[in-house]
């Protein structure tokens, strides 16, 4: 599998940007796909996946009500649409593929794409 993540930038506090994963060389039908980040000095945390099997998605408390998932099924993209952006949110965001029905933790993906940088700054 190969993951493509794009769709970062610099973004003013309170504004919206929109995360792509585009993947390719798919081979199992169930999978957990998604998002971690991991700001300068910290550790990667996750951020938001989709598991595959039933379609749930999933968030990290603090990017509930702010962060929005969703997968086109056809192609397997993956999308993180991102509002009311803070200067905290500010990282480099990695697209991820794991196993299907485990936590959201970085030990346990498969496999990782390319990282965008998020810049929240005014």
């Known amino acids: 599998v190969q993951l493509q993540a794009s769709g970062g930038g610099l973004v003013q506090p309170g504004g919206s940007l929109r995360l792509s994963c585009e993947g390719s060389?798919?081979?199992?039908?169930?999978?957990?796909i998604g998002w971690f980040r991991q700001a300068p000095g910290k550790e990667r945390e996750g951020v938001s996946f989709?598991?595959?099997?039933?379609?749930?998605?999933h968030y990290s408390d603090s990017m509930k009500g702010r962060f929005t998932i969703s997968r086109d099924s056809a192609s397997g993209t993956v999308y993180l649409q991102m509002r009311s952006l803070e200067p905290e949110d500010s990282a480099v965001y990695y697209c991820?593929?794991?196993?299907?029905?485990?936590?959201?933790?970085?030990?346990?993906?498969?496999?990782w794409g390319q990282g965008t940088l998020v810049t929240v700054s005014s």
């Open positions: 991820a593929y794991g196993p299907p029905d485990t936590a959201w933790i970085p030990s346990v993906i498969w496999h």
């Open positions: 060389g798919w081979t199992l039908k169930y999978y957990s």
């Open positions: 989709v598991r595959t099997r039933d379609g749930s998605t």
